[in-house]
Each structure stands twice: as C-alpha cells, then as structure tokens.
C-alpha cells in the first residue's frame, strides 16, 4: 500500500514511518527510486556479526524530484516469497535491462551462507518476483550493479566479518576462515559480469584490487582507506568510481580507474563518519547534478540497526576528485 510522506531536505530522513537504510538510488521512468533495506524494530543486542540486522522485506521509495514528497510503495519482496533464503535481506540494489527490472539482493541460505538473489518486475515499484535459486557461484554481500555505457552489465559484492568475504578467499566457505594479516593487501571487492538476461554470472567472480597512488595494494591494516564493505560504481566524465565503507572507521571513501573490472587507484573520502556503526550508500546523477544517498542512525538516537535513509548533493572539483561532505552541516 502506498504512503505519501514529507517532502525531503538534504541530510533528514526520506521517512519516519519505518527504519530504512543502505539506499540504491536511481532515476527510472523519470522518477526517483530508492532502493533500501528495512531495518527491523527490535531491542536486542548488536554484535560483530551483524546479527542485529534481521531484515525481513524490501519497500520501494520513490520521488517526482527532490520537491516532491517521498512515496512508500510498499513491500516489493518478502523473506517467505524467496524459496532459497532464510533470514537476512541485506543491502540491495536494481538495474534496468531488456525492459524489465532487476532487485538484486543478499540473503543467508539454509546452510547459513551469505548468497545473492535476483528478483524482476515489470515496474521500478515492483513487486518483485525473485527467481526460484540463489545466482550460482554468488557469496558474501552488497551487491550493487552498473550497466554500463556498452550494455555490459557488472555485479560488484562482497562485505567482512558479518558478510563472510574473507570466509572465501580459497573459493569455497571455508567457516573459520580469518582476513589477511595487517601488513598484507586487503581483500578487494568482487566483480562479476552479468548474463545478458541479468539472472547469472558469466564465469567466476574476480576480486578488485585498490592501490595507491604508486601503485600499491591498500594494506588489511590501512583501516581508514582498505575496503570493508558497501561497494558501488558509477561513471563520471570516463572515469569508473568504486566508492566503499571502510567499516571500523565508519569513512565513505572512492578510488578511480579507467577500466570496470579495475584496477582502482584510492583518492580520498566522500563522507565523514556518521551517527551509527555503518555507513552504505549509492551515487546518482539527477539531471544535471549528482546526489549521494546514505543512511545514518540519528532517527533512533544511535541505535545501530534502527537507521534511516537520507541524500546530499555530491559535487566533484575540476579534477575529478570529489569534495567531502559534511553529513551534519546544521551542527557546525
């Protein structure tokens, strides 16, 4: 059922009505979409494992523009309808490709393991109908998708500790697996080509490798640049842009390359920490400017898994680099 809310400002909620976070936006039939996860209202404990985080469904979020009122399209896909999974909608995102819509999605499957999913509808609104089994050689989390400028399409995953990525650096689970040491490169995201028809993987996933300026892998102890989770990509003036969370140091920050599948060279933060433990976000270009969306916990106060969804203006210096938003201008 929809529900018609307030009209957003920069850096406050898109809606109060429910607890909404990790938002993939993007400019579909000449609206804006959000795409969050929903967080759960609960009392119970946080941990390292991302337990907190029991997200059962995904609502629809969508504006005219940015002097409209949000719209709550209502639940798009449910935890029962997706045979496969068992707990654990995370972070999504969607694509649009042979006139259909594609809600990509991370979910446990009944042994406990982190997969993605593919759902499509005919509508950027949904419902979503997902397919029958998890995409076959998918792990981990966070999976965000670029269709790119030739039609190629692209599925960048993978998230730490909670998001299990370091339990598959043999490639197979391995359920003790621990991340590399701190004087060892990070692990880098994975990146996969799509099927034409969206629904699988051509060939195996590939991890990402960010570097420095000279040309050096980010180390696993180089918390405020190394990869943690959260990835996303977009193309600004020929440049790939893979933006990511550090995790523990609560930073949105980018690095460029020239080529989808990377390499990327690291350039610097988007987003200082915010209110909360996580950061997740989505860049998107609406018209003439660029918007990122990001979630923070200031609706509850702080609680971790009680988060919600909000936007700023994203600007980028002549040089391609990007200026770091504040996320709480009205403090200063």
Not at 49 to 72: A, I, R
Not at 181 to 194: C, S
Not at 281 to 287: L, W
Request: aromatic share 14%; net charge negative.
């Amino acid at each position: 059922m929809k529900q018609q809310q307030q009209i957003p400002k920069p850096h406050q909620p898109l809606v109060t009505h429910i607890f909404t976070a990790d938002p993939s936006a993007h400019v579909y039939e000449g609206k804006i979409y959000i795409y969050p996860s929903h967080d759960l209202d609960h009392d119970e404990p946080s941990n390292d494992n991302g337990d907190q985080y029991k997200m059962e469904d995904y609502h629809v979020l969508s504006m005219d523009s940015f002097d409209s009122p949000v719209v709550d399209h209502g639940e798009a896909l449910h935890l029962r309808d997706i045979p496969w999974a068992s707990k654990q909608l995370w972070a999504p995102d969607a694509a649009y490709k042979n006139n259909t819509y594609y809600l990509f999605f991370p979910a446990r499957d009944h042994d406990d393991i982190f997969r993605l999913g593919v759902a499509t509808s005919e509508s950027p609104a949904g419902p979503f109908t997902p397919q029958p089994n998890y995409m076959e050689g998918s792990f981990s989390i966070d999976p965000a998708v670029l269709v790119d400028d030739d039609n190629q399409s692209y599925i960048y995953f993978g998230g730490l500790w909670g998001g299990q990525l370091e339990k598959w650096q043999t490639g197979s689970f391995m359920p003790d697996a621990e991340g590399p040491a701190p004087d060892q490169p990070a692990l880098g995201p994975q990146v996969a080509l799509l099927s034409d028809d969206m629904l699988s993987f051509q060939g195996k996933p590939v991890e990402i490798s960010i570097v420095d300026e000279d040309g050096n892998p980010i180390l696993a102890g180089d918390e405020d640049r190394r990869y943690f989770e959260g990835p996303w990509v977009h193309k600004y003036n020929g440049y790939y842009y893979l933006s990511y969370s550090t995790g523990t140091t609560h930073k949105l920050v980018y690095a460029i390359g020239k080529n989808p599948m990377g390499p990327f060279t690291f350039k610097g933060e988007i987003l200082s920490p915010v209110i909360g433990w996580t950061t997740h976000h989505s860049i998107v270009q609406v018209e003439d400017k660029w918007y990122l969306f990001y979630h923070d916990s200031s609706l509850s106060e702080g609680v971790n898994h009680k988060r919600c969804v909000k936007y700023s203006e994203l600007k980028y210096n002549e040089d391609g680099t990007i200026q770091k938003i504040n996320p709480y201008p009205d403090a200063d």
